[in-house]
């Protein structure tokens, strides 16, 4: 190794020295590097085909595929999708395509952070791959079903990396600390089982968050008189004081939907959990506002009315308070549509409407509904036969208001949740009289 290859390589971060060099040193992701699996079986016999990693970050997207570097017979090379341009891709894929040709020796492409890709960089590689030119590996932290060209995806393996679990989490740290070449074996260290315990929690299956936090942890804290360093619970929170929470595109909207879907459900305890789990992960407030709004009508409806009014109040407080002062009002929203007796009877009424609108044909409006404010209206017979609801007992009168081809429709059908039963009581009373 070269002098100045030696220092940097000692000067880089714990995690990037600690990664492993084997399967056999790989923690986590069991599901698809674990023995007998395909991914590994691969692997371990150079057959790989061009894959995709996707999962949270601190997972061993990286890592991985950095041992199939070192344990496969082919040529590797990585490049990163924010920096990549087609022309450097033209030129890795003319390099490959002559190896390939004069040794037979394969080409991996490893493309770090591959959602970033733009579909012109996207096409340029499609024909090395359908050729095996090179073996593509993309990775990245987003769904590539949603962020990534199609004509890539149907020609790569999807494995998806989960969070690593508290163990795997707490083996690396341990192992770092015990390492005396890339770790902090050569150091008499120290660490308190609550100060372990609190970075693995707060690491949150983020290999790397916890070796970021035991680095800093360490390099900040000095010798005790007998030269060891340790690691207390004060220390540990200091150095990762918040916890990791994966919040790119896909897990934003899935945390939506959770919010969402147990608004509907009424577990007022699962929806407050949403709602402060997005909004320490950086989500607008704003967006949880909107979405109350309208489940407020959509899945409660008539059959409390007061959702609404509760939800477009915290809408209101939240521009007239701000955070943090309004996630009690938002939180008070969210327990009343939560606890509200449900019904989506606007929603169907809605569509029903529209779609009748949408697909009847057009005979205009009957002759008694329209309208007799101009001069003349009269004339043309506007308004004639209009029965005025006040003018009858109780205000209101029995006559046609819908055209005369859905004459008889029903599109709003109350159902007997709370205030709509009273409202369907009354329907049926006007209607009996009819």
């Given at each position: 190794?070269?002098?100045?290859?030696?220092?940097?390589?000692?000067?880089?971060?714990?995690?990037?020295?600690?990664?492993?060099?084997?399967?056999?040193?790989?923690?986590?992701?069991?599901?698809?590097?674990?023995?007998?699996?395909?991914?590994?079986?691969?692997?371990?016999?150079?057959?790989?085909?061009?894959?995709?990693?996707?999962?949270?970050?601190?997972?061993?997207?990286?890592?991985?595929?950095?041992?199939?570097?070192?344990?496969?017979?082919?040529?590797?090379?990585?490049?990163?999708?924010?920096?990549?341009?087609?022309?450097?891709?033209?030129?890795?894929?003319?390099?490959?395509?002559?190896?390939?040709?004069?040794?037979?020796?394969?080409?991996?492409?490893?493309?770090?952070?591959?959602?970033?890709?733009?579909?012109?960089?996207?096409?340029?590689?499609?024909?090395?791959?359908?050729?095996?030119?090179?073996?593509?590996?993309?990775?990245?932290?987003?769904?590539?079903?949603?962020?990534?060209?199609?004509?890539?995806?149907?020609?790569?393996?999807?494995?998806?990396?989960?969070?690593?679990?508290?163990?795997?989490?707490?083996k690396i740290v341990e192992r770092a600390v015990a390492d005396e070449t890339r770790g902090f074996?050569?150091?008499?260290?120290?660490?308190?089982?609550?100060?372990?315990?609190?970075?693995?929690?707060?690491?949150?299956?983020?290999?790397?968050?916890?070796?970021?936090?035991?680095?800093?942890?360490?390099?900040?804290?000095?010798?005790?008189?007998?030269?060891?360093?340790?690691?207390?619970?004060?220390?540990?929170?200091?150095?990762?004081?918040?916890?990791?929470?994966?919040?790119?595109?896909?897990?934003?909207?899935?945390?939506?939907?959770?919010?969402?879907?147990?608004?509907?459900?009424?577990?007022?305890?699962?929806?407050?959990?949403?709602?402060?789990?997005?909004?320490?992960?950086?989500?607008?407030?704003?967006?949880?506002?909107?979405?109350?709004?309208?489940?407020?009508?959509?899945?409660?409806?008539?059959a409390n009315p007061g959702a609404l009014q509760q939800a477009v109040a915290a809408a209101q407080?939240?521009?007239?308070?701000?955070?943090?002062?309004?996630?009690?009002?938002?939180?008070?929203?969210?327990?009343?549509?939560?606890?509200?007796?449900?019904?989506?009877?606007?929603?169907?009424?809605?569509?029903?409407?529209?779609?009748?609108?949408?697909?009847?044909?057009?005979?205009?409006?009957?002759?008694?509904?329209?309208?007799?404010?101009?001069?003349?209206?009269?004339?043309?017979?506007?308004?004639?036969?209009?029965?005025?609801?006040?003018?009858?007992?109780?205000?209101?009168?029995?006559?046609?208001?819908?055209?005369?081809?859905?004459?008889?429709?029903?599109?709003?059908?109350?159902?007997?949740?709370?205030?709509?039963?009273?409202?369907?009581?009354?329907?049926?009373?006007?209607?009996?009289?009819?």
């Amino acid at each position: 190794m070269e002098l100045f290859d030696y220092n940097r390589e000692k000067g880089a971060p714990l995690a990037d020295r600690m990664r492993p060099d084997s399967l056999d040193n790989f923690f986590g992701q069991e599901h698809i590097v674990g023995r007998g699996r395909l991914l590994r079986r691969a692997i371990e016999a150079d057959k790989l085909s061009s894959s995709i990693f996707f999962g949270p970050p601190g997972t061993g997207k990286t890592t991985l595929a950095q041992i199939i570097a070192s344990t496969t017979k082919s040529e590797f090379v990585r490049v990163n999708a924010v920096t990549a341009g087609v022309r450097e891709v033209r030129e890795i894929i003319s390099a490959a395509d002559s190896r390939l040709k004069m040794t037979g020796q394969s080409t991996y492409l490893l493309l770090d952070e591959c959602h970033r890709w733009s579909k012109a960089q996207s096409d340029s590689i499609l024909p090395a791959i359908e050729k095996g030119v090179v073996k593509f590996i993309g990775s990245t932290t987003e769904n590539p079903l949603v962020s990534m060209t199609p004509a890539i995806v149907s020609r790569c393996r999807i494995f998806q990396f989960r969070p690593l679990g508290r163990d795997d989490v707490r083996k690396i740290v341990e192992r770092a600390v015990a390492d005396e070449t890339r770790g902090f074996g050569y150091m008499d260290i120290s660490v308190d089982e609550d100060a372990m315990l609190h970075i693995v929690d707060t690491a949150n299956g983020d290999a790397r968050a916890a070796l970021n936090a035991i680095e800093l942890a360490v390099l900040t804290t000095l010798p005790d008189a007998g030269g060891t360093i340790h690691i207390t619970l004060d220390i540990a929170e200091e150095s990762i004081q918040r916890r990791a929470v994966r919040c790119d595109e896909e897990e934003y909207y899935n945390m939506l939907s959770a919010f969402c879907k147990s608004l509907r459900g009424s577990d007022s305890d699962a929806a407050l959990f949403w709602f402060a789990r997005m909004i320490y992960a950086g989500v607008d407030p704003r967006i949880i506002c909107r979405r109350m709004i309208a489940h407020a009508s959509e899945d409660v409806g008539l059959a409390n009315p007061g959702a609404l009014q509760q939800a477009v109040a915290a809408a209101q407080a939240l521009e007239f308070n701000g955070m943090p002062e309004a996630r009690l009002n938002i939180a008070q929203a969210i327990i009343f549509i939560c606890e509200s007796p449900k019904s989506n009877s606007v929603v169907m009424a809605l569509e029903g409407a529209f779609k009748a609108a949408e697909g009847s044909y057009q005979t205009g409006v009957p002759v008694h509904l329209r309208d007799t404010h101009y001069s003349g209206a009269q004339s043309l017979g506007n308004g004639k036969g209009y029965k005025y609801p006040h003018d009858y007992p109780g205000h209101y009168i029995e006559q046609q208001y819908l055209p005369d081809e859905l004459k008889g429709a029903r599109f709003y059908e109350p159902s007997s949740q709370g205030n709509e039963k009273r409202i369907k009581e009354a329907k049926e009373k006007r209607e009996e009289k009819n």
